[in-house]
């Protein structure tokens, strides 16, 4: 079984006729955000050992442009409950190019410095797995 879960893309963009930030939709190219889903899967597989993945799993939504990456648990003391904590951005832009942003303690977005947009999912997926800065994982 895969830890990664996900959202369709073909409705998201119907759903969502504006951006977050008030800028018109660009639709995620269903081989793209497919390509970029199994990315995050492989990496849940390393990042995650077998023998903790049904406590923790790392879950994919779409949203109009943009793919966020969660990490979901139970919650600590109400068991039955599940947290999801937002852990990356991935925002697929006009261009054709994705931009990797992280999560501030205000609860808004922020680009990821490290690396600018690019059409190389591999390097951005390597780049929330590798986390240099630890913005991503802590």
Known sequence: TTS???ALFSSASKRYPQAWNGSAVVPIPEFQ???LIK???QFAA???????RDKVRLEVKARGSDIIVLECRRH???????TECPIARFH???DGRWRLFWLRHTGRWQAYENVGPSRNLVRLVRELEDDSTHIFWG
């Open 4 to 6: 990664v879960r996900t």
């Open 33 to 35: 955000g497919q390509r």
């Open 76 to 82: 600590f003391r109400v068991r039955t409950l599940e």
């Open 46 to 52: 390393r990042k995650f050992s077998p023998r903790i």
């Open 39 to 41: 990315l995050l899967e």
């Open 92 to 94: 697929y832009q006009p």
